[in-house]
């Protein structure tokens, strides 16, 4: 925590912290979802080097704080408040709808509020916005924003991406209630309007001019701050990113390093959803700086299902090192990879078949595997067969027939196509040995059909048991 900032206030919900600077007014900052507590007031820093006074609301948990404890803060910070005429409330997401809902309980006359919600009671709004109603709590007063929660005099603006489908609702509902409340926009930004502001300089900015009779132009202002913005277009990226894949690969491109890794995760949702797994794999340098779980498996599923292993395997050590707590979904991941690399993958004893997973499977499953990549291998060791000639039959699945179609080749002394019917393919093999090269027209993933949380891409379903003789 820095020094300039004094713990003042603390129960069980929040943390208040303060620092007197030398400006002759007050800023009450409330905090968004997923700070942690004990390191000092959200938005702290570029307001102790503008040299701004302030005081830091933390709430401990996702609890959109509590009215009874924030009353109880006021008791402590009177004397505090009572010394500055123009306070300003400033927050984002969780901490916009605090600082729109506590505006007129701490005297403030300026609302900066940065993707408010209106409420987070999960039947508010016609029950449309459910992102945060896991925090709902009867008991902590959750009501939604009313014209009695400022003050007559109050300026309220109101700071969301009008692409943001929810954050406009909310916007909408906000603006019903206290219509006086004027709306910036920030298009592109999605749900991290605020980090237009993330400067020290911006801040300022931003705070000046709102506090000052031409606070008409923070619109104005807020689209020159957007404009030269570090992280623009890779939030533009985010915003295009489930609607046109060229424009969407040419922000990429285009942003400057280091890219915030904050978006990234939608980017790569998205990306993958109407672009598939070549789409991500192009635009692998740009990406990899993605390493939360969900990223990590579409990433390497995509770098596998383009047959690039080298690079799913570079990309992955780099988590490894950077994310060590997911080293157990990372290792899973890795395992056939290695298999393939080193033609080690592990070997399946059925009857007196031995069946060898060589190239494009992922991880072993109880039942056998998926195929990873549009071109699967199989080794067939049909050692002990009473006859010269093997009839075999392989029974598959897939997860959308309809759309993804299969081909399959063998080789014994020569090439051979195998038949394929009826989600079984069939082979004769005159040696003891054989290769199976099966390939799928397409991979999907089951998360995109809604068949379950899985994200990998899947091509061909092989069992293990129900290779049989025929």
Not at 284 to 304: M, N, Q, V, Y
Not at 416 to 444: N, P, Q
Request: charged share 25%; proline share 4%.
């Amino acid at each position: 925590m820095l020094a300039e900032q004094k713990l003042v206030f603390e129960d069980s919900n929040i943390e208040v912290y303060l620092s007197e600077g030398n400006s002759n007014f007050l800023i009450i900052t409330f905090n968004e979802l997923g700070m942690k507590p004990g390191i000092g007031a959200w938005g702290g820093i570029p307001l102790i080097k503008n040299g701004f006074s302030f005081i830091g609301f933390v709430s401990k948990t996702p609890n959109w704080f509590p009215v009874s404890s924030i009353e109880n803060a006021k008791i402590k910070l009177k004397e505090t408040l009572g010394k500055y005429k123009e306070i300003l409330t400033y927050g984002h997401s969780q901490g916009g709808y605090a600082s729109i809902k506590y505006a007129s309980l701490l005297n403030a006359k300026t609302v900066l509020a940065f993707c408010p919600q209106f409420s987070i009671n999960p039947n508010s709004m016609q029950g449309e916005d459910q992102r945060f109603s896991q925090y709902y709590r009867e008991d902590n007063d959750h009501s939604e924003i009313s014209a009695a929660d400022i003050l007559p005099e109050t300026e309220v603006f109101l700071f969301y991406d009008p692409l943001d489908r929810l954050d406009k609702l909310n916007a909408h509902y906000i603006k019903k209630e206290i219509s006086t409340a004027k709306s910036i926009k920030a298009f592109g930004t999605g749900h991290q309007t605020v980090r237009v502001i993330a400067s020290t300089e911006a801040v300022k900015k931003i705070i000046n001019l709102a506090l000052s009779p031409e606070n008409h132009h923070i619109q104005k202002l807020f689209k020159s701050l957007q404009k030269s913005w570090h992280d623009r277009k890779i939030f533009l990226a985010r915003s295009f990113s489930n609607q046109s894949i060229r424009k969407t690969q040419a922000l990429i491109e285009s942003q400057p390093h280091p890219i915030n890794t904050e978006p990234l995760p939608d980017i790569i949702r998205n990306l993958w959803t109407i672009g598939g797994y070549r789409c991500l794999s192009k635009n692998i340098e740009k990406l990899s700086t993605a390493r939360d779980p969900h990223s990590i498996h579409i990433l390497s599923a995509a770098l596998i299902a383009d047959s690039k292993q080298a690079e799913a395997l570079t990309y992955l050590t780099q988590c490894l090192i950077h994310e060590p707590h997911y080293r157990e979904d990372i290792a899973k991941i890795i395992e056939p990879i290695l298999g393939e690399a080193f033609n080690i993958s592990p070997t399946q004893e059925i009857d007196d078949k031995k069946i060898i997973y060589a190239e494009g499977w992922h991880a072993p499953e109880e039942w056998g595997r998926w195929g990873s990549s549009q071109k699967s291998r199989l080794y067939l060791n049909l050692k002990n067969t009473a006859s010269s000639t093997v009839n075999l039959k392989i029974p598959f699945e897939l997860l959308d027939p309809t759309r993804q179609k299969i081909t399959a080749r063998y080789y014994t002394n020569t090439w051979h196509e195998a038949r394929v019917e009826e989600s079984m393919i069939k082979l004769i093999c005159t040696s003891e040995k054989a290769i199976l090269d099966i390939e799928v027209s397409e991979l999907i993933s089951p998360l995109s059909i809604g068949a379950n949380n899985d994200s990998r891409m899947l091509g061909i379903k092989i069992f293990n048991n129900g290779i049989k003789y025929y």
